[in-house]
């Protein structure tokens, strides 16, 4: 029974700390577009790949 007394505070204290977390969330703009990051990875591109030349770069001289 005596376990009861530490089980409630540290519960309060949990409680508490996502209280916390969830305001802070809200407050710092987390919730604001929740579709666009969930889509985006769906439609990104890839980057354009460059076109290689056919011919090799020609090594400089040096003088």
Known sequence: MSIIYVLIP????LVCIAVFVFFWAV?????????RHGSSILFDDDLPKHKQNS???TPEKHE
């Open 55 to 57: 011919t090799p770069p």
């Open 27 to 35: 407050k710092s703009n987390q919730f604001d577009d929740l579709e």
């Open 10 to 13: 540290i519960a309060i204290l």
